[in-house]
């Protein structure tokens, strides 16, 4: 369970949120919406240790992410607004790769079939990343959700560039992780079709 | 809950960047080519004289291995910092310091490591002979890795920033100096006949301390670039 | 009487404070160096070997210690402000470091003045000066790092951990090319003083301590600064000078 007690933040000289206190039970997702600009993906980065919170305190399972630190690092996968693949690796190498410095199972067998979850199957999944168009690389990039096992995830803008296949694949995993008993905290401008009772909402505003 | 060991970590973070090197081919003949026409161009400064070559041999070949690291620290980072591989290597369950020590590594075997091997051949170049080549060598092999880890930390200080190139060789220089001195001496009193040992277990010590401090003020270079 | 010092780490508080501070530190700063200047250049006696040239080290020797210590204390800030997340500690780093690099330069000037009828050159390669120029490099460097990152909280803390890295360099610079000068038997010259005469004690003495209350006069100047620039946006330091914010507490 992860929870925020009167969390601020700002970039710059900007003051973007204060005194948020939210939580995240297993098996909701927290929808972080605000207009562009509002903190949104630096809320996220602050939830994942990238950044540090102007004030407040995050906890999970009751303890202080700064204190847990890789403990913690370890139960969470995050995909922010860079894809995190290298354009000369084909997208299986990236994969595997990722899969492999997650502790993931990083067999050929499973990896090709995440890529086939998102429907990167041949020949595809052989040709250098940097030829596929920017909807296949983040395809790529959220591939890793189908090989993760961590129980939290943070994805922001996941949904951005994804075309309506694409997104109903990414929704069937969303729905099938929080039935897992994830958690996930996702940024996003548009509405997620998952059932009412998982979903939670928080708008960032100043 | 999935969590890397720290060996896997290491060794997946070097086979990334290997396997990198190894679809850039070109980076590491990029290194032995700039050695080669850098140490070139000083006796066509200075002349041909055997005598004058010899004296400024050990440290016009330092000199030249040290900018070759410097001009090569540019792709220990800032690729990774654009395509979001940095920041998913700082949020691996394990010490981000030994993750960097992998990086630097795996950066010097692309840059550094082909300067040692080629270093008796430049020092034929320059006069130097016998055991004044074994001496610059292995000077070289305990040098280049002292730079590599020390440039990381100018590196990862002006991630992202313009004209990031020339401020990291001001960042990095002055901490580059010592190893020069004990570099470039240890090869110069073997010239002169007095025996290197002491250079060398000096550039040995800066190896280690670097090895223990340098890695860590990086990952935290790191994350301070990464916010 | 307890003097609550806490209340001064606030930057509006500090503010007046400092500007009080200033004008004792200014006046015992030219007091010392005017007096540290008579005693060396008209009481001190002639040096038996260098004649009336020697002078110069009462400027150098103290702007080469006074560039060595404020470096640490600088670093000193940078540690504190990067252990405790504290943002006047960072301030006080950014405010000692353009005083640090002019003693520096000094150091650098006056011992290419002192060398030039010393040993005939305006420049040698002594271990001492040497170390200085490097110096020299790492506060430029400093300056030119938090010059070049535009978000205020990264370049507080990179440039401080460049400082404490460079404090680290600094014993090793000098051991380094203590050791290279006796490496290379022909250059090194040293430019250590004769056996010193009290008056010449007491003028470097002096010339240290005036030395020192100059750094505080202008560390304290640049920090009123450094705190207004970067309390742009409170109403408290909404004002054209610091004559107002003072009168308008």
Known sequence: ?206 | MSQPSLSEALRGVVRRDLLLAMRHRSDVAMSIFFVVIVASLFPLGVGPEAAVLRMIGPGVLWVTALLACLLSLGRLFTADYLDGVLEQTALIPQSLAVLVIGKVFAHWVISGLPVVLLSPLLGLQFGLGGDSLGVLTLSLLLGTPTLSMIGGIGAALTLGLRGSGLLVALLVLPLFVPVLIFGAGAVTSSLAGIGSEANLSLLGACFMLSLAFAPWATAVALRIALE | MAINWFKYSSPQAFLPLAGRMIPWFSVAALASICVGLYIGFFVAPTDFQQGDSYRIIFVHVPAAWMSMFLYVVMAIWAGLGLGLNARPSFMMAQAIAPTGAMFTFLALLTGAMWGKPTWGAWWVWDARLTSELILLFQYVGIILLRASIDDLRRADRASAVLALVGVVNVPIIYFSVKWWNTLHQGASVTMTESKMATPMVAAMLIMMLGFWMYSFAVTLARMRCVILDRERQPSWSKHSSIHDVVEAR
Request: net charge positive; glycine share 10%.
């Open chain 1, 1 to 206: 369970m992860l929870q925020t007690v009167a969390l601020s933040g700002s970039r710059g000289q900007r003051q973007l949120f204060s005194d948020v206190s939210v939580t995240v039970r297993p098996g909701t997702l927290l929808a972080v919406a605000g207009a562009n600009g509002s903190g949104k993906t630096s809320f996220l980065r602050i939830l994942c240790g990238l950044l540090s919170p102007d004030g407040g305190t995050i906890l999970w399972q009751g303890k202080d992410i700064h204190q847990l630190k890789e403990l913690y690092r370890a139960q969470l996968m995050y995909i922010g607004h860079l894809n995190g693949i290298k354009d000369e690796l084909t997208p299986i190498e990236n994969l595997t790769l990722s899969a492999c410095l997650a502790g993931d199972d990083s067999s050929g067998t499973t990896v090709q079939k995440a890529l086939e979850a998102v429907g990167l199957g041949r020949p595809v999944h052989l040709l250098p990343t940097r030829v596929l168009s920017q909807g296949q690389k983040r395809r790529v990039a959220l591939a890793r959700l189908w090989l993760s096992t961590r129980p939290l995830w943070f994805l922001d803008e996941p949904f951005a560039s994804l075309d309506a296949v694409a997104t109903t694949y990414l929704t069937q995993r969303l729905q099938s992780h929080l039935s897992d008993g994830g958690m996930v905290v996702v940024s996003t401008h548009q509405e997620i079709a998952l059932p009412t009772d998982s979903v939670q909402h928080l708008r960032l505003t100043q």
